[in-house]
């Protein structure tokens, strides 16, 4: 086993941002929301990340502003911890330790110092509970808080699903088809209220939603039917009543009341925000096509910003409730990746399923979306069991000026379609030059281009053939753009191919045919040679780089991985590993290859001609990962252990069954990173103007002038005015520094000097000014006296080197200095 200790596997990008409901600032400038283990602020104007506090160990799970500071915030996560952070500023203030897993938090105005958890209460039957916790006051950053009380059991984890009322008597909490109403001022109390499961027509009454009105008595509740219930008179347990509004046409997912309580808002899997008015129950208005269902809603402190998550990663900002101002894009999490991971060579984004119907390029660096391409062309209906067409496979030439698509639908009675998309210069996106209808008669399994300068495109299929397409040119006589073509059909026995891969330098081609790897050349398309090994179709084929690029790897479902030499062909060697995934570095020898084992997978990365493999990890994440893919960095890795040599050159990237995309990150990385977090860039973040160079070289004039002064005189003590801590205690927060009292007297005593220091120095300094007053008095005598002869001025050059005015000035004064004190001194030797 290969010592690992400076490699760790982190989520770098790709996080879900629509898994909790996000939070509006009181000032309406940020928008907060969790990602992954992180929590990120983002500007409303400009759907920029301006801050990522990053602390929590586990999953994020919710988040509240803290009532007490606007400029606080509130998060809990997995890990069993609650964090209050400054958001503006980026800074953890306190971190209170609950001890158990957090699924969600509460906070309310009127009982400031205390949060609402939803934790596990009875783990054996998976239930949960909604308790109270007293944030005990401290001064240190880590506070032991486990002091839990109970107020409801069996809660729903789901935050939506809880409501406070603004006045803080009540909570409404619903759950199945039952809804609870806790009262703190009746002895706390619990009121539950039930409706049947199904209604008259068999539909759901299972509750999904539930929101409090801000001034009034009324809870506002969403149903699985799409209706929604506003309940009153729930104080009184059986004298309640409810009304009943209608219009979406299936689950009602998310509700929120505006701060006014003058509309609620309503959405779901339509894409439609509904805005009902609250004395007017029967009134409503739309803001449609918002482009995926809604999943949350969030309406800003002062009701000037509406907030809706959607079901693609996505939040959009609404404006006034009828204009969209915002769009923040993350990784479109769909039912699953079809196509695999690949990097656009021109724009270094990674490519795969998006949105139903389309690709999205993701860029890595920023995490953040480029833009879709619209692959089907077809509108989307949410609707199931209805079949419409998905994009199922995905290719890029080396050059990225190529992109190959297929999209197909209905399994039982196929229909297919391969496209192919040229790269314009114009409008920096593909464009669709070719569409080929049913190329196959069966499913295509993999395609490939060629890495070769010939545009060549391999589509392998279940129906036994594997085609050649290629580029042909347009007719001189006709105005037309060059289109593809099918130039070759292969085939191998009647059996059935399952893969193929291009040589380093596209001079062969290995497609498998169950048990059998054929070789094929690209120049003719004759078969050169055949490969067999033991029983097992071939699933994974690789070719060798660099100073390997004579040996071929495959993984077999016999749990065989398998390495043959071209040159004398023949097997190298072979292992016993259940390959799911294997993957060849483009910029090095390295082949990484993920095993799976014990409902985990492991990951090896070796060169095929070395036995012994250069890094692995045993249970890098659960389930089997299928989908990963080698990025280019834009600079090495110099400076890397020799356990993690294989990143220096590319970066791994791999997707989760959980579609979660992580990557491995280097001990270099990581200290990089966390220079580059200290390091205080005020001074970088001016402008370079004509003014500002102006200023540069007058600081820079007097700085000089400082450094001459502090030459001439005595030795002193220099204040350590440009040191980092003195940096950063004047741009640390007023509110997280130490107290005033214990700062003052470090700060004072560094500025007192010793007395009796000074006053040895102001002697000579006197001297010094006296001395330069008389200078310049001889300087203007003998300005104003008779000119000297040329002839003594040429001697005294010839004497010496020729001094500048400064010097000449130290030299006079030396002159006048009084030396008698020496003979004292020799004197009194004997």
Not at 97 to 119: C, D, P, Q, W
Not at 297 to 324: E, R, W, Y
Not at 725 to 751: D, N, Q
Request: glycine fraction near 6%.
């Amino acid at each position: 086993m290969v010592v690992h200790a400076d490699t760790r596997v982190v989520q770098r990008g790709g996080s879900k941002i629509n898994f909790r409901r996000p939070v509006i600032t009181q000032d309406s400038r940020f928008l907060i929301c969790a990602s992954g283990e992180s929590i990120k602020v983002f500007s409303t104007s400009t759907e920029e990340c301006i801050q990522q506090l990053q602390g929590h160990t586990d999953l994020v799970t919710g988040l509240e502003l803290n009532p007490s500071n606007h400029l606080q915030v509130y998060s809990c996560s997995e890990d069993g911890t609650v964090r209050l952070w400054d958001f503006t500023d980026g800074i953890l203030i306190r971190t209170y330790n609950v001890g158990s897993r957090i699924l969600s938090i509460h906070v309310s105005a009127k009982y400031t110092g205390e949060v609402f958890l939803v934790v596990p209460w009875k783990d054996e039957q998976g239930e949960f509970g909604l308790v109270s916790l007293n944030l005990p006051p401290s001064v240190g950053q880590l506070v032991e808080a486990k002091e839990l009380s109970c107020l409801i059991t069996d809660v729903s984890a789901e935050p939506k699903c809880i409501a406070f009322s603004p006045s803080g008597e009540y909570i409404a909490s619903v759950k199945d088809n039952l809804l609870f109403v806790y009262f703190f001022r009746k002895k706390k109390k619990v009121y539950r209220f039930a409706l049947g499961t199904a209604d008259k027509k068999g539909a759901s009454n299972a509750f999904n939603c539930v929101a409090c009105h801000p001034t009034d008595d009324c809870i506002a509740t969403g149903h699985g039917d799409g209706k929604i219930r506003f309940w009153r008179n729930f104080n009184r347990k059986k004298e309640y009543t409810y009304s009943t509004v209608h219009w979406h046409h299936s689950g009602v997912n998310a509700l929120c009341f505006t701060p006014g309580g003058t509309n609620l808002l309503s959405g779901g899997l339509e894409s439609v925000l509904v805005q009902w008015r609250y004395a007017q129950e029967g009134e409503k208005d739309f803001l449609p096509r918002l482009g995926s269902p809604i999943t949350e809603i969030t309406v800003s402190p002062d009701g000037s910003l509406f907030c809706t998550s959607h079901a693609d990663n996505k939040i959009t900002v609404v404006q006034n409730g009828n204009k969209m101002s915002a769009v923040i894009q993350g990784l479109v999490h769909g039912e699953g990746v079809k196509t695999e991971l690949m990097v656009d060579p021109r724009s270094k984004a990674l490519v795969l399923n998006g949105k139903p119907g389309h690709l999205q390029f993701y860029c890595l660096q920023r995490d953040k979306q480029l833009y879709n391409l619209d692959i089907v062309q077809q509108e989307f209906i949410e609707q199931s069991n209805l079949d419409q067409f998905e994009v199922a496979a995905a290719a890029l030439d080396s050059r990225g000026a190529w992109l190959a698509t297929v999209e197909q639908r209905s399994p039982k009675e196929l229909e297919m379609n391969l496209k192919l998309w040229a790269f314009d210069e114009q409008t920096q996106s593909f464009v669709l030059n070719t569409t080929i209808a049913a190329p196959h008669d069966g499913s295509i399994s993999e395609m490939r281009f060629s890495p070769s300068g010939q545009t060549t495109l391999v589509t392998v299929s279940r129906d036994g053939h594997f085609k050649v397409w290629q580029l042909t040119p347009p007719d001189p006589a006709e105005d037309e753009e060059p289109s593809w073509s099918c130039d070759f059909v292969g085939a191998y026995h009647s059996l059935v191919p399952k893969c193929c891969c291009f040589s380093a330098d596209g001079s062969l081609l290995a497609v498998s045919f169950q048990e059998v790897v054929t070789v094929w050349s690209p120049a003719s398309w004759d078969l050169l040679t055949t490969l067999s090994q033991p029983p097992g179709a071939v699933q994974n084929l690789c070719f060798g780089r660099l100073s390997c690029s004579k040996f071929l790897l495959g993984s077999t479902e016999q749990n065989l991985l398998c390495c043959w030499n071209l040159l004398t062909c023949s097997l190298e060697w072979s292992t016993s590993l259940d390959v799911s995934l294997l993957l060849a570095d483009p910029l090095s020898e390295n082949v990484a290859a993920f095993c799976c084992a014990a409902q985990t997978t492991d990951l090896f990365v070796f060169r095929p001609s070395e036995p012994r493999p250069n890094f692995s990890q045993r249970a890098l994440c659960p389930g089997r990962v299928t989908r990963a893919v080698f990025a280019p960095r834009a600079a090495s890795l110099d400076s890397c252990e020799e356990s993690s040599q294989w990143l220096n050159r590319c970066q791994l990237y791999f997707l989760t069954r959980n579609t979660d995309l992580l990557t491995f990150l280097t001990k270099t990385e990581e200290e990089r990173l966390m220079a580059s977090s200290r390091q205080l860039t005020i001074d970088d973040s001016v402008a370079m103007t004509p003014f500002y160079l102006l200023l540069g070289k007058h600081r820079k004039q007097q700085q000089e002038e400082r450094d001459i002064l502090s030459s001439q005189s005595g030795e002193r003590t220099l204040l350590p005015q440009g040191s980092v801590a003195i940096k950063e205690l004047l741009h640390t927060p007023a509110h997280v520094l130490p107290a005033a009292t214990l700062l003052c007297s470090m700060f004072v005593g560094s500025l007192l000097l010793n007395v009796s220091h000074s006053r040895e120095e102001s002697r000579p300094a006197e001297e010094e000014v006296e001395s330069e007053k008389e200078e310049e008095d001889s300087e203007e005598e003998m300005e104003a006296g008779p000119p000297r002869p040329e002839s003594e001025e040429a001697d005294l050059r010839a004497d010496g080197p020729v001094l500048t005015k400064a010097q000449q000035r130290e030299l006079r004064g030396a002159k006048r200095l009084d030396y008698s004190w020496i003979k004292g001194i020799m004197a009194t030797k004997p």
